[in-house]
C-alpha cells in the first residue's frame, strides 16, 4: 500500500477525512443510523438488524469506533455501543464547515 501523506494536511483535514471514509458505506451509515434512532446503547442487536454476518457487523463497528462515532463498553461477553455525542457533533460541525465553504456563484462555473 502507498504512503497517505496524511502529514502534508492539518489536523482538521485529517479528521473530516476520517468521518468521511468512515461515512463511506451504506452499512455503517445504517449502524449510525440505527444507533442514533435507538439513542442508547446496543449490544448484540445490531446484528439481527442487518442482512449482514457477525464479522461484518464487527469490521464495520470497528471503522466507525475507530473514527470516533461511536463508543463501545464491555458488557460480560458482548460489547455494547452507542453514538459519541461529542464526536458526533464534532463530525457535523466539520462536514457544515465544508458544505458551507462553498458560495453560490450563478454563472461562474461550467
Not at 46 to 66: A, F, G, M, R, Y
Not at 80 to 103: G, R, V
Request: net charge positive; proline share 2%.
Amino acid at each position: 500500500m502507498g504512503i497517505t501523506k496524511s502529514h502534508i494536511f492539518t489536523v482538521k483535514e485529517n479528521k473530516l477525512a476520517k468521518y468521511a471514509k468512515a461515512l463511506g458505506h451504506p452499512a455503517r451509515i445504517s449502524i449510525l443510523k440505527l444507533l442514533a434512532k435507538k439513542q442508547a446503547c446496543v449490544c448484540g442487536d445490531i446484528v439481527d438488524e442487518l442482512p449482514l454476518s457477525q464479522s461484518t457487523v464487527s469490521q464495520h463497528l470497528k471503522e466507525l469506533k475507530e473514527a470516533g462515532l461511536i463508543k463501545g463498553d464491555i458488557e460480560g461477553a458482548s460489547v455494547c455501543y452507542c453514538i459519541d455525542e461529542k464526536e458526533w457533533k464534532n463530525a457535523q460541525a466539520s462536514i457544515n464547515q465544508l458544505f458551507d465553504s462553498y458560495k453560490d456563484k450563478v454563472g461562474s462555473c461550467c
